[in-house]
C-alpha cells in the first residue's frame, strides 16, 4: 500500500512564497506519475502541476511561470516538491498531493491518480 503525506502549507502575504512537500512511500514501486492538486470548498478539486515518469512537467495555466514542481527519490521514497512563488489571494486553497503508478502523460485530472495524502492548508492574506 502506497502512503502519501504532504506537509509546508501555512500563511501567507500576497506575493510571498511557500513550499510544498510530499513523500510517498511503499513497497514495490520503482516511480510513479505525480502531481499537486487544490481544492477550496464548494468547488470542483483543480489540477495544477504533474510530472510524469520520465520527469516531463506539466502545469495549470492559473499557475505557469509562478509555481514549480519537482520530484526526487532514495531507495524507498518518493519526494515531490511544489514551490510556489507570487503566491494571490486566489491560490488559497487545500492543497493534495496524488500519485500514480502508470505513465500518467502529465494529466491534470484527478481520477487518473490513485493515491492521494490527506492535504495541506494554503492560505495568502493580507
Known amino acids: 500500500q502506497v502512503h502519501v503525506v504532504e506537509s509546508g502549507g501555512g500563511s501567507v502575504q500576497p506575493g510571498g512564497s511557500l513550499r510544498l512537500s510530499c513523500v510517498a512511500s511503499g513497497g514495490g514501486y520503482r516511480n510513479f506519475c505525480m502531481g499537486w492538486f487544490r481544492q477550496v470548498p464548494g468547488k470542483a478539486r483543480e489540477g495544477i502541476a504533474s510530472?510524469?515518469?520520465?520527469?516531463?512537467?506539466?502545469?495549470a495555466e492559473s499557475v505557469q511561470g509562478r509555481f514549480t514542481i519537482s520530484k526526487g527519490r532514495d531507495e524507498n521514497n518518493l519526494f515531490l516538491q511544489l514551490n510556489m512563488d507570487s503566491l494571490q489571494v486566489e491560490d488559497s486553497a487545500m492543497y493534495f498531493c496524488a500519485a500514480e503508478r502508470s505513465q500518467c502523460y502529465g494529466s491534470l485530472e484527478d481520477f487518473v491518480y490513485e493515491y492521494w495524502g490527506q492535504g495541506t492548508q494554503v492560505a495568502v492574506a493580507s
Open positions: 510530472i510524469d515518469l520520465n520527469g516531463r512537467t506539466r502545469y
